[in-house]
């Protein structure tokens, strides 16, 4: 097996606040992935042209951009890099619009619903 080709970033990349890193670590906790992280990427879709898609993945792959913040890894492949460049992710738990949210300086449109954006 050969090693994985990744570059290690920083906050500057992405932030993880205290709600969502609490929140991750018990998702990787409960699956068994102690020392996973959380991938974000940016692709074609939702009411404003591009949305996040988040996993969680055993580790970075190729490319990759790896950010340790807050006691979990974020990975991010580098076109997804671009858009999401000082970003704040956090987690809510509200009934309504709970979920984790990432906070987007590059974000020039947003829907109503939160849920994409246009750069």
């Known amino acids: 097996m050969s090693a994985v080709n990744f570059k290690r970033g920083n906050e500057k990349l992405i932030k993880v606040l205290d709600g969502a890193s609490n929140h991750l670590c018990s998702l990787l906790e409960k699956q068994g992935r102690a020392d996973g992280a959380l ?33 979990v890894n974020v990975v991010i492949d580098p076109k997804s890099a671009l858009f999401v460049a000082g970003s704040e992710l956090d987690f809510s738990d509200d ?3 709970g979920g984790f ?6 974000a020039q449109v947003t829907c109503s619903c939160g849920e994409s954006f246009a750069a």
């Open 39 to 71: 991938r974000i990427a940016v692709v074609g879709g939702g009411c404003s042209g591009l949305q996040y898609k988040m996993d969680l993945v055993d580790g970075p792959r190729d490319r990759d951009i790896l950010v340790h913040s807050n006691l």
């Open 95 to 97: 009934l309504q619009q």
């Open 101 to 106: 949210k990432v906070t987007n300086p590059n």
